[in-house]
């Protein structure tokens, strides 16, 4: 889901330490000196900072290295999804399509009179994150995928003209996580209908709290007395894949679901919780537990990383406390040398933070069964950045740091629930929204989106600060860093990939150094197994074309060799989308997007009478459909190669 620059979620008042000594629009895009230009050194040669990466020497894959082969498309307002010469796209799972559950797989109604309980046996609306799980190689496997959110106007014949309790239970089914089948005949690929693993995941889908703060009182409720049993998962936005089997799905703007109250305490302010918002999806006019006056303990049972094993439709998915709660963007997961789980997590709210998780145990052989436990158990950090290109991981941990009773944190379960009050004691960098965040497996370097923030610099803000260089940051940028060692180390050196931006922007802030292709707001990021960094853009459908979007009508994905540092651009959505979800199969010959909210009106709310007002997409009548997009190359090669 792209923010609306006005209507963000800004909720940290913190008084961190920022950082004032940079105040030359030059120097602040471009320049950082003293250690920064000594840790570049642990980087390769991309304008002061870029990857050891080593290329094609380390590759498993294919033997291509990082090289990328294709020409780029140009950008352009059209309503299809357009990628390089020499590519073909295929469209699949669109919202309403079945998900293959034997024996109740309705058929979508294309004037959206499906029911609330066809709904929970069909594609849920707004795919997001995405994962493939193989089941034979590169040849058959379980897609995984998120159901970020829900356009009322599109969900329901008459959009939001009536409301009742039914509208909201198929809202609340429109959203989660699906599971599905999918295996490949010949060039293109078919869902397998029925599936035995299909499964659909909703907001109403029995799930458990685990890890320490798990039946803590704040997450108490009338209905459930013992803060460990919780009722769905909501807004999941990007997602994680584990080297044990499982996918991690992360709930991120939980707080858009709550009315808040018209005297908010100071943790609900601090959680963006407001009179108004339940106005939104109008879940709290018919479910009780989204009103914050009747039930204050509820908003803190969301923000959590859930883990699904998809392999078992009958298990029970897990919210894993020891991650911390957050307006969780991704969860990209990576080993240490000695078999460890490290967990990189970005929190998308303006001036929030970077996360950082380390299991304490190593990952053992025997799949989801075996590591039952593992993320339950571990230290988790948020990250600061420092002026001179290091940082440092500063731990979450009850008792350290001033995280202590009389600060409001007696036990670990008040620091995990609490996470970002936490992180304000703690001085942790407040960031541009993060979102997305990715490990090179070549390299072991970390990758995240820092997507936009407007506010930046702006009176009564957060100033500008190293790692978030730019006022009023429309076009966002792309942080990386390396650890000081193994994955586990407290200590890391830092800078930017790319700010991204328009060159012909005449405003300097929105310029940035791209190399290649103009974008801005980046959000989904992958770096595939022989290194080339996959980029997706979010800009909102209120800003797409308009201001320093004037000359980046869609929203596209692009692809970058981080040796290099030159963007080039691969794709581009149809009208009024965002381009999210990314996962590829082992030999990466199939690449697999996902297109979010194609139609998309500015105020993110289709007008029934009207569907088709923005997009035509993917059927070209009836209403526009967000669906997954499988992506291969017609010589049957290696995407991008
Ligand atoms: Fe759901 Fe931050 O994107
Ligand atoms: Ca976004
Ligand atoms: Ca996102």
């Known amino acids: 889901m792209a923010k609306d620059f006005a209507r963000m979620e800004d909720s940290n008042p913190s008084g961190n330490p920022t950082i004032h000594d940079v105040s030359d629009p030059q120097r602040r895009v471009f320049v950082r000196g003293g250690l920064a230009a000594a840790v570049a050194g642990l980087f390769g040669p991309l304008a002061g900072c870029a990857s050891t990466g080593s290329g094609g020497s380390n590759n498993a894959v294919s033997g291509l290295g990082r090289s990328i082969g294709f020409k780029s498309v140009p950008m352009a307002a059209v309503d299809q999804v357009v990628v390089p010469e020499g590519y073909r796209t295929q469209v699949l799972y669109r919202w309403g399509d079945p998900t293959g559950i034997a024996g109740r797989m309705p058929a979508f109604k294309t004037d959206a009179s499906d029911s609330a309980d066809d709904q929970a046996l069909q594609a849920g609306m707004h795919h997001d994150g995405m994962a493939f799980f193989p089941l034979d190689g590169s040849n058959r496997g379980l897609l995984v995928l998120n159901h970020e959110y829900v356009d009322d106007g599109l969900l329901h014949t008459d959009g939001m003209k009536t409301w009742s309790a039914a509208k909201v239970r198929k809202s609340m089914h429109a959203h989660g996580v699906s599971v599905i089948e999918l295996q490949r005949g010949g060039a293109a690929w078919q869902q397998v209908l029925p599936s035995r693993f299909a499964r659909r995941i909703t907001a109403l889908t029995p799930m458990t709290l685990t890890g320490p703060a798990a039946g803590h009182p704040m997450l108490r409720t009338a209905g459930d007395p013992s803060g460990t049993q919780v009722l769905g998962t909501f807004n999941n936005c990007a997602n994680g894949q584990t080297p044990w089997g499982t ?21 609900q302010k601090r959680w963006g919780l407001k009179k108004g918002n339940g106005a ?12 914050v006056a009747k039930h204050p303990n509820e908003s803190n049972r ?44 970005g929190e998308d709210s303006r001036f929030e933070y970077i996360y950082k998780f380390v299991s304490r145990d190593k990952v053992r052989p025997g799949g989801a069964a075996a590591n039952r436990d593992l993320l339950d158990h571990g230290t988790l950090y948020v990250g600061r950045f420092d002026v001179d290109g290091t940082g440092e991981w500063l731990p979450l941990e009850q008792g350290k740091g001033g995280l202590v009773a009389d600060k409001g944190f007696a036990t670990q379960g008040d620091v995990l629930i ?30 995240c989106t820092l997507t936009n923030n407007s506010n930046r610099g702006a009176p009564g803000q957060p100033f500008m600060d190293a790692a978030n260089p730019r006022s009023n940051n429309t076009m966002g940028q792309i942080i990386r860093w ?66 320093e979007y004037t000359n980046l009508p869609n929203n596209q994905m692009l692809a970058c060799d981080p040796t290099k540092g030159e963007i080039r651009r691969f794709l581009l959505g149809p009208a009024g989308c965002e381009i999210t979800g990314l996962t590829a199969t082992p030999d990466l010959r199939t690449l697999f997007i996902n297109i979010q909210h194609p ?4 105020n993110e709310r289709s007008d029934p009478e009207r569907p088709l007002a923005v997009s035509k997409w993917p059927d070209g009548a009836g209403r526009p459909r967000s669906a997954t997009v499988v992506i291969t190359k017609i010589d049957g090669g290696v995407i991008g190669s």
Request: proline share 5%; charged share 30%.
């Open 247 to 267: 996918y991690l799905t992360c709930e991120e703007n939980f707080a858009d679901y709550f009315e808040g109250t018209a005297t908010p305490d100071a943790h």
């Open 280 to 291: 939104k999806y109008r879940w709290y006019e018919h479910e009780e537990r989204f009103d």
């Open 302 to 345: 969301y923000g959590w990383v859930v883990e699904i094993d998809p392999q078992d439709p009958s298990s029970t998915p897990r919210k894993r406390t020891a991650l911390g709660r957050a307006a969780h963007e991704g969860a990209a997961v990576a080993l240490t040398d000695d078999g460890r789980a490290v967990v990189y997590m």
């Open 418 to 447: 609490k996470s970002r009050q936490a992180s304000d004691i703690l001085g942790a960098t407040k960031m541009d929204r993060p979102e997305w965040t990715t490990v090179d497996p070549l390299t072991k370097e970390v990758y």
């Open 482 to 547: 390396k650890e000081s060692g193994d994955l586990d180390a407290t200590k890391f050196a830092w800078n930017h990939l790319v700010l991204a931006g328009d060159p012909k922007q005449t405003r300097y802030e929105a310029q940035g150094n791209v190399k290649g292709d103009a974008f801005g707001s980046p959000d989904g990021l992958m770096v595939d197994a022989r290194g080339v960094l996959w980029i997706q853009a979010d800009v909102s459908t209120s800003t797409l074309g308009k201001g």
């Open 599 to 602: 139609g998309e009106p500015a």
